[in-house]
């Protein structure tokens, strides 16, 4: 293969992806729970690439853009189908990234030395969030208008605050401006995504992949080349993924959506229940949970930061919770607590269930400020195993 | 606590949409629901003689082209008659005026008027939907819809009907303008089926889940065969995983 | 199990160069999915049922008197429809096919009607839409079409005469309807 050979002498990709795809050390103990970021991954090429192909026939006008998505679902051929994909890859995306991200704070992969690791993925999670708010006003029914209004509402709360939505709106109202903007800005955000994706590998790529013992690999044989063991085992995680994925697609692929939005939007109108996509109820319970509005503004985005700066809450030296008495028991907490967050976004905020989510929004801010920092400090410590042969290990 | 959490997920993943005031929808079966459903022809056959005859009076279907109608198991011939009964607007023609023409195939179906604003002023203000989406844009879809023409009921006691609305237990609120649009008999079918209310509401929502989703039967039957070809292949490659991590110890 | 005496797995446990039968068939199969759902994507970028179902362009034809013509827009193209005089369905006729590029007669491309003359008004040779051409010999009057990029020209029966166009004005579906008072062009 001297094509291949005088390719790599000029430009060493070949040499690169054997190294960082075949060869790469790869713990060899990782679960099923370390298949999801390259999921993550092949979700976003579909999600880029079903775009494109809606983006030839998407009319950004408010005068045409709920047509012209009929029009895909109607005329286009294969339209339905792309429309679908992209629609309920959406909510696939935040499935797969937030089982990712509870991976990091069960096994401790955030932790030193791969602090930037963690930061560079709350980077992506904020692109995704801000690339799936505009991808939904795009279609312009009436959960698109209304959500972007409340929403948008909310920067009204900072000083100046009148301005920058009048910025952000290009206008005095959601209205065409701002629709021709988001629909730029939602084409331009995945791009912004591939690249700090690209760094977040490239941070990965230092130092390798934690393991769910969360203990460094010491011996060769700690690690197996990443192919053929991963990507055999990512391409059966890919199958199953594609499995549900398309059980979505073609049997149920409204499930995740509004009828609502089914109804053009109409701004002398507003539902009498407005709801974000589900990947966003608990920041909305967050949200509302606080009576003031810039309190409130604050407390959503700061249960995102929050996140940011987790390795340096939870200092405990033990990575993996498998080692961690009591912790592991106060992630599932947390996890129960984000579900309790997601189902009060979905109610009116008023009697039980305000109280409810406030309670759930203090305890989110309590597990991270409070009883993370304790943890580090006073949980008893185990012994972890020497090493991945410790006879001690017992797979999960 | 793991198992707890996992309930509560599948529990919550139940769609539990804001709440709605109204009774529990009765469910229907619909030939179209299941994994591998179809439309029935001849249902949507009569379910078009519905819409055409009762609800196009108010209501547009302004998404739906008189070509379209071939999934109904029209011929090009007859969609062409069908198409020719209706006249659109067109122009402006060399004199600067527009003008009326019979419709073709490839026209929507016409609105019964020109815009919303002439369609509240003969309606008490209210304006009846376009129909094209209604089954995709309610809580319910199809079974709503046949609820809704089976649930006008005398208002419970206590109840204030303001301004000329009617009761109907589906509605969310209680109080819909439009009244009981569906009597016994009121359409004689082509096909000589009886035209009850039941008949006709079971009729017209299966007609109006086909306007709102034409491509469910191509959906569906694209799905059998994905699934199967990806089942196929994670198995495969379920085995190979199991070949190739053989000999790794753990 | 008889592998236990097998190399460690962070070596080449399987001889590389040899692929079997299992991993064969997954990566073909594999293939055959990847190349079946781009299918639906490249699809989508043909032209939509909309575009597809057209509407046919009808013309009056007591809106054309003799000696006239007029330009239409159908499929996005213009289409030339002529009503042509006796003198010049008879100078149509008697042009040698032999020295035209492309040999048509007349009576082959209008049987249905010589008097109407329906054409698609692109110039065969890269797209340009052609001029009526005069002839001041004969009082200014139109006699073909000539084409403004390079050159081409076309006689009153479309073909072409001269200039790079390889073939004669194409000639879309159309035919007579309500006794032949419309033609109904697509």
Known sequence: MSLIRWIDERLPIFTFFNKELKEYPTPKNLNYLWNFGSLAGIILVIMILSGIFLAMHYVPHVSMAFDSVERIMRDVNGGWLIRYIHMNGASMFFIVVYIHIFRGLFYGSYKSPRELLWILGVVILLLMMATAFMGYVLPWGQMSFWGATVITNLFSAFPFGESIVHWLWGGFSVDNPTLNRFFVLHYLFPFLIVAVSGLHLVALHQFGSNNPLGIDRTKPTDSIPFHPYYTIKDLFGLGVFLLIYCGFIFFAPNFFGEPDNYIPANPLVTPAHIVPEWYFLPFYAILRSIPDKLGGVLTMFGAVFVLAVVPWLDRNPIRSSRFRPIYKHLFWVLVLNCFVLGWIGAKPPEGMYLIIGRLATAYYFFHFLILLPLLGKYEPRPKLPLSFDDKAVKSL | MKKMTLVLFLVMIIPCHADNAVPHLPKQNWSFNSAFGTFKRNELQRGFQVYKEVCSACHSLKRIRFRDLKSLGFKESEIKTIAAGYEVKDGPNAEGEMFQRKALPSDAIPSPYPNDNAARATNNGALPPDLSLIVKAREGGADYVHALMNGYIDPPAGIVIEGGRHYNQYFPGGQISMAKPLTDGQVTYADGTSATVEQMSRDVSTFLAWAAEPETEQRKQMGVKVMAYLLFMTVIFYFAMRRIWRDVKK | ?186
């Not at chain 3, 110039?123 to 009526?132: F, I, K, M, R």
């Not at chain 3, 004669?168 to 062009?185: D, T």
């Open chain 3, 1 to 186: 199990m008889s592998e236990s005496d097998k190399p460690s797995p962070s070596q080449e446990p399987t001889d590389p160069t040899r692929r079997d039968f299992l991993t064969l068939t997954a990566c073909a199969l594999g293939a055959v999915g990847v190349g079946a759902a781009a299918m639906p994507f490249i699809n989508s970028m043909n032209p939509a049922a909309d575009v597809l179902a057209l509407a046919s362009v009808d013309i009056e034809t007591k809106d054309i008197p003799v000696g006239t013509g007029k330009t239409v827009l159908w499929r996005g193209k213009p289409v030339f429809v002529r009503h042509r005089s006796d003198e010049e369905i008879k100078a149509a006729n008697e042009t040698s096919i032999k020295s035209l590029p492309d040999q048509q007669t007349d009576q082959e491309r209008f049987s249905k009607d010589p008097k109407w003359l329906v054409v698609v008004g692109v110039c065969t040779h890269l797209g340009c839409v052609p001029n009526e051409k005069k002839n001041p010999d004969k009082g200014n009057e139109a006699d073909g079409w000539l084409c403004p990029c390079h050159g081409s020209v076309y006689d009153l029966s479309g073909r072409v005469i001269s200039g790079p166009a390889p073939k004669n004005l194409e000639i879309p579906p159309y035919q007579f309807v309500n006794n032949g008072s419309v033609i109904r062009i697509g």
